[in-house]
């Protein structure tokens, strides 16, 4: 059993040198449970000067650490991920409790955070340099051989959000420290005990004092701070489009990774498997209540089969589990949304649907913060519900008179996450994948954030750079040319 350390008053503490260390200021931020409103606990609000120390902490500690052996960076990661496997339960309760996330999503959270994190030790091991002859380029002869190496970063900030606060944490942190790199994690605050419990993790596999920091507070009053710190060399952010955009506009001279919102489609033309289709369709839209940036939060399909579609998936959605999972004796697909600000503005959009002349086949209403899980057909491109994402349970219907209108409004987007298109024709397929403005596209699948080795991208207002565990490690290090001049 791994315990969060707390001072006298219950605040959970904060990694800073590798200690767990008390906040200054009295300012504390509670945490509260979306599912029964329980006090989970109080983390700090942080000032300023404890930002400088953790980030001050990691520029020094970072100076030792590149230099450490590769294998033992790595089996601090193994070591990582076996105990994350061995305090699954425990860990899976926590973030039921914080997050409200069902049961067999928090398992599967936690045991791909622990894949996550062995591949990325595995891809690191194998990721060598390069020597480079100079007479490959015409005028030169074989005297001149560059030996190009990866050299780390430095401070990666990694900001992570509240769906995922383990794998999306783990994904910036394990790449970054394997490579050589220190850490400043700042966790979304829902989210945050999750985070330092991962922290703790790390901390127990080995990871030196310094490497990896926590930092806890409201993004009102350090956020902008932390993210134009000096001392940082690599924000890596994962949150709403809103927020990249400020820290795209507030940054400079810093490289970023940022994934962001999505209206991800699922387009399905006349000769698609409509049970395969249907079945992708509810499961990529409902999971976790739809509050992934990756769900499928439309769905555009020609007039040839909207009516057979519809159909299939309104059996389905009508089938989907709804509750809380602390009260439901089996899982559940539909639990309550993070918060009542999240449900009141997916409620908006339905709303709004339905004023212009949508119609609810399933759902649309509430009690709390549980929504039934909506299904809305006869979306129009003047619906609310046709652009902006919802990050809730609910799916708008579009229905279109051939591919390219589908493409047409797919692109129209401020959004370029993801995609997909159900069809048995291949050439098809790579038509419509060709012309789609994401950064992928899924064929006969629902949209969806794996295999983490895997390139994943948004584009547009989705997101800036590429991760997957090989990408990411090339994100948070650069190529550091050694030429050696050969007398002859």
Partial sequence: MIELIKNEKGIFKNLINGKWKDSTTESTITILSPLDNSELGKINAMTREEVDEAIETAKIAQVVWRSTPLNERTDILYKAADLLESNLDELVQLLI?????????????????????????????????????????????????SIVTREPLGVILAISPFNYPVNLAASKIAPA????????????????????????????????????????????????????????????????????????????????????????????????????????????????????????KRVLVVNEVADQLVE??????????????????????????????AADFVMELIQDAIEKGAKVLSGGTRKENLIQPTLMDNVTVDMRLAWEEPFGPVLPIIRVKDAD???????????????????????????????????????????????????FLGVKSSGVGTQGIRYSIEAMTRPKATVINITQ
């Fill in 97 to 145: 409790m914080e997050i409200g996330k069902d049961k067999n999503s928090a398992i599967s959270e936690v045991n791909r955070t622990a894949d996550f994190i062995r591949f990325t030790a595995d891809i690191a091991k194998n990721m060598g340099g390069e020597s480079i002859s100079g007479d490959n380029f015409p005028g030169y002869k074989r005297n001149k051989v």
């Fill in 177 to 296: 420290i394997v490579t050589g790199n220190s850490v400043v994690f700042k966790p979304a605050t829902q989210g945050a005990l999750s985070g330092l419990y991962l922290a703790k993790i790390f901390e127990m596999a080995g990871v030196p004092a310094g490497i990896l920091n926590t930092v806890t507070g409201r993004g009102s009053e350090i956020g902008d701070y932390i993210v134009t710190h000096k001392g940082i060399n690599f924000v890596n952010f994962t949150g709403s489009t809103e927020v990249g955009h400020r820290i795209s506009n507030i940054t400079s001279m810093v490289p970023l990774l940022m994934e962001l919102g999505g209206k991800d489609a699922a387009i399905v033309l006349k000769d698609a498997d409509l049970d395969l289709t249907a079945k992708n369709i509810v499961a990529g839209a409902y999971s976790y209540s739809g509050q992934r940036c990756t769900a499928v």
């Fill in 312 to 341: 299939k998936v309104k059996i389905l959605v009508e089938q989907l589990k709804v509750g809380n999972p602390l009260t439901s004796k089996d899982n559940v697909d539909i639990v309550p949304l993070i918060n009542s600000k």
């Fill in 405 to 455: 209108e589908a493409i047409i409004i797919a692109n129209q987007s401020e959004y370029g996450l993801q995609s997909s298109v159900f069809t048995q024709n291949i050439n098809d397929a790579f038509y419509v994948a060709d012309k789609l403005e994401v950064g992928t596209v899924q064929v006969n699948n629902k949209t969806e954030r794996g295999p983490d080795h895997f390139p």
